[in-house]
T-cell receptor, first 112, second 114 residues
Framework: QQQVKQSPQSLIVQKGGISIINCAYE??????FPWYQQFPGKGPALLIA?????SEKKEGRFTISFNKSAKQFSLHIMDSQPGDSATYFC???????????FGKGTHLIIQP | DSGVTQTPKHLITATGQRVTLRCSPR?????VYWYQQSLDQGLQFLIQ???????AKGNILERFSAQQFPDLHSELNLSSLELGDSALYFC?????????????FGPGTRLTVL
């Protein structure tokens, strides 16, 4: 049973455009939602995270939007750059689950 | 560089064999997590150790075991290997026992079982 569903699986965006990655969760006890960025040959690295008591969190060009009632959250990358090309994972923490519960990842390519 | 080191980077072995993956956490971190990354299952939590003691278990097979030593490095032992065990294995470390603490991932060990 996949507890965090992520879409799309892959995404191609033009330089300067907005990249949007969506995640949905089922366990309402999850209470912390980090996003990880992974470059080829590297481990995932924390990018930005949100708790469900806020609807939006922004750090530079990266924004998380959170919809608690719909049990959905999304990552928006504004002014996408070729250096943003990577695999992005949403994750969830809490609800009695140990460790991070990851979505399956989105392979993002920013075309120059 | 996250400060977490993993060895070896690559490992190629045969079915039925046993291997050991090693992880050194960031200086000062007491928790070590192990994750498996495969194409079909994605990133899955295997097990967590905190200050030498097992703290949490995820989707870890009985053929797999781990330990954390007094110097806080950790080893993941995989035995009776099967083709399906081929994957990237990551270790991550964090300062405390809580999963809410930021986890810092190592570069991974790529295991190929032939």
């Amino acid at each position: 049973q996949q507890q965090v569903k992520q879409s799309p699986q892959s995404l191609i965006v033009q330089k300067g455009g907005i990249s949007i990655i969506n995640c949905a969760y089922e366990n309402t006890a999850f209470d912390y939602f980090p996003w990880y960025q992974q470059f080829p040959g590297k481990g995932p690295a924390l990018l930005i995270a949100i708790r469900p008591d806020v609807s939006e969190k922004k750090e530079g060009r990266f924004t998380i939007s959170f919809n608690k009632s719909a049990k959905q959250f999304s990552l928006h990358i504004m002014d996408s750059q070729p250096g943003d090309s990577a695999t992005y994972f949403c994750a969830a923490v809490g609800g009695g689950a140990d460790g991070l519960t990851f979505g399956k990842g989105t392979h993002l390519i920013i075309q120059p | 560089d996250s400060g977490v080191t993993q060895t070896p980077k690559h490992l190629i072995t045969a079915t039925g064999q046993r291997v050991t993956l090693r992880c050194s956490p960031r200086s000062g971190d007491l928790s070590v997590y192990w994750y498996q990354q495969s194409l079909d299952q994605g990133l899955q939590f295997l097990i967590q150790y905190y200050n030498g003691e097992e703290r949490a278990k995820g989707n870890i097979l009985e053929r797999f075991s781990a330990q954390q030593f007094p110097d806080l490095h950790s080893e993941l032992n995989l035995s009776s290997l099967e083709l399906g065990d081929s994957a990237l294995y990551f270790c991550a470390s964090s300062v405390g026992a809580s999963t809410y603490n930021e986890q810092f991932f190592g570069p991974g060990t790529r295991l190929t079982v032939l």
